[in-house]
């Protein structure tokens, strides 16, 4: 669980898209919540102090306002106001004050793109090592979020996509959330100069099946574990030779509201942010996505970029 969680705000309403979202979950945690804005300076000109002043003063009051209109569902909402690089502020703040949480929009103040996420999103995202749900700001209901209906959690049979769980039955839970544990069983690749004969058919088939048999029980378990009173998981077994391809038809299907992921999976792998599956859900997804990271910041790996760059380990 949760007990910090930041969001930060540049003044735009796309990004307070995220404000809806970091209610219900701050509600459900009992965590604590911060608002951040970042001033930013213009490097091509001067700064002008009676400017500056008077640029701090009005966003000071912007996250005022903006706390104020958050107190009546959490009263114990709080602000910062900081100066500098957008990413690199949200980063140090996050790293400093024991936020292990955050709830994102995708886009803000530059407005909508081609792109799925902007740019200092995608900075932070990469470099924060902190859990993070990322709402799409292109794709908002017609009413404020106050509650998920459905809530998938993407499960590989790995510990680390189990951490999900405990999570996802407490928010499914709060507002009487279907929850959907997910697993799809990868058809493997057979690479080949000729088509596969009948006998490479019926191998393929058998390792499928097999997959299917052992996933199929693994879930089996789960929803006998995690099912109480208040959650009663369901299951979606799906085979197809892409994961996330599989899963985002899923989603599409049953207008899933919330996705949870591992940053990693199975495979392990930790020397990046994150694995492939929840990489490609951050930069291809179209549903909220909230990624829980397993590797505190204080662990990851220097890039070579920020080794040429000289910078402290963490930031």
């Known amino acids: 669980m949760f007990s910090h969680i930041l969001v930060p705000l540049d003044g735009s309403e796309l990004a307070e898209c995220a404000l809806p979202h970091a209610i219900v979950q701050a509600r459900a945690m009992g965590a604590d919540l911060t608002l951040l804005h970042s001033l930013e300076r213009n490097s091509s000109s001067p700064v002008k102090p009676v ?53 994102v929009s995708t886009h803000g103040a530059s407005g909508l793109t081609g792109w799925n996420i902007s740019s200092v999103v995608q900075k932070v995202i990469l470099r924060s090592y902190t859990s993070t749900l990322l709402v799409r700001a292109y794709r908002q209901p017609a009413f404020p979020v106050t509650k998920y209906e459905k809530i998938l959690l993407a499960l590989d049979c790995s510990g680390r996509s189990e951490s999900t769980l405990p999570l996802g039955t407490v928010l499914a839970g709060e507002d009487g959330a279907e929850l959907i544990l997910a697993h799809v069983v990868r058809t493997p690749d057979m690479p080949r ?27 089996r378990q789960l929803v006998a574990q995690f099912s109480s009173d208040r959650v009663s998981p369901s299951v979606r077994l799906l085979v197809g030779g892409s994961i996330t391809g599989s ?69």
């Open 193 to 219: 100069r000729l088509p596969p004969d009948a006998e490479d058919k019926k191998l393929k088939e058998r390792f499928v099946e097999k997959n299917r048999a052992e996933a199929g029980e693994y879930l």
């Open 247 to 315: 899963l985002e038809e899923l989603i599409e299907e049953e207008g899933i509201d919330l996705v949870i992921i591992s940053a990693h999976g199975s495979r392990n792998a930790t020397d990046r942010p994150y694995g492939s599956v929840a990489m490609n859900f951050i930069v291809y997804g179209t549903a909220p996505l909230l990624v829980m990271q397993d590797v505190h910041h204080t662990r990851a790996p220097r890039t070579r970029a920020e080794e040429a760059a000289g910078e402290s380990s963490g930031h």
């Open 51 to 103: 400017e500056w002043h008077m640029r701090k003063a009005q966003a000071s009051i912007y996250l005022e306002r903006t706390a104020a209109r958050i107190k009546p569902s959490i009263p114990g909402v709080k602000t910062a106001l900081l100066e500098g690089s957008a990413a690199e502020s949200i980063i140090e703040y996050a790293h400093g004050n024991d936020v292990d949480f955050m709830v």
